[in-house]
T-cell receptor, first 114, second 114 residues
Framework: NAGVTQTPKFQVLKTGQSMTLQCAQDMNHEYMSWYRQDPGMGLRLIHY???????DQGEVPNGYNVSRSTTEDFPLRLLSAAPSQTSVYFC?????????????FGPGTRLLVL | AQKITQTQPGMFVQEKEAVTLDCTYDTSDPSYGLFWYKQPSSGEMIFLIY??????QNATEGRYSLNFQKARKSANLVISASQLGDSAMYFC???????????FGKGTRLSVIA
């Protein structure tokens, strides 16, 4: 199992550009989520999905879109990049949304918006 | 209101000593799960330990144990016999109802001194 994979590892964008951060898991996990990590802020939830075709907003969804057409993939789209979106982005997945289900994280994507 | 509070931004510990990282949480749900993750300087998120709200005993995983005090709503992580490789950020997290997101604290940076 590759676990949770994220691409790219690092990206530089100009303000106003759009891009998609890819996330895939091969563990047949129903639950997937996107977080961003900023210094001193911990991990903040952007969007999450409890299964294919179902997504919901987290704490900081503005400027981001998601879709979940398959169980395996959960891409995060930046519609028009802003410097405030400079951050490290983590994708995570778990078997289900149960209280005791451990979330497994991808290696992260470091994004710099100029 | 913050659901997860980690009051120690940074901690130092001597190698081979034990250290306690504090975590308090806020929930009115009687059923919840508490998690600790480690983030070394390489950036990946590593799951350490889980405690369920109905678990009768404190969770232990090797050198990690969780000091769970339900009435005080605290879930402190205890690392015994600290090693240099324990130097990292540590995050406490909680999941309340089924299919709700994992909510993180802001983290504690632990530095182990030789």
């Amino acid at each position: 199992n590759a676990g949770v994979t994220q691409t790219p590892k690092f990206q530089v964008l100009k303000t106003g550009q759009s891009m998609t951060l890819q996330c895939a898991q091969d563990m047949n996990h129903e639950y997937m989520s996107w977080y961003r990590q900023d210094p001193g802020m911990g991990l903040r939830l952007i969007h999450y999905s409890v299964g294919a075709g179902i997504t919901d907003q987290g704490e900081v969804p503005n400027g981001y879109n998601v879709s979940r057409s398959t169980t395996e993939d959960f891409p995060l789209r930046l519609l028009s990049a802003a410097p405030s979106q400079t951050s490290v982005y983590f994708c995570a997945s778990s078997l289900a949304g149960g209280r005791k289900e451990t979330q497994y994280f991808g290696p992260g994507t470091r994004l710099l918006v100029l | 209101a913050q659901k997860i509070t980690q009051t120690q931004p940074g901690m130092f510990v001597q190698e081979k000593e034990a250290v306690t990282l504090d975590c308090t949480y806020d929930t009115s749900d009687p059923s919840y799960g508490l998690f600790w993750y480690k983030q070394p300087s390489s950036g990946e998120m590593i799951f350490l330990i889980y405690q369920g709200s109905y678990d009768q005993q404190n969770a232990t995983e090797g050198r990690y144990s969780l000091n769970f005090q339900k009435a005080r709503k605290s879930a402190n992580l205890v690392i015994s016999a600290s090693q240099l490789g324990d130097s990292a950020m540590y995050f406490c997290a909680m999941r309340e109802a089924i299919n709700t997101p994992l909510v993180f604290g802001k983290g504690t940076r632990l530095s182990v001194i030789a």
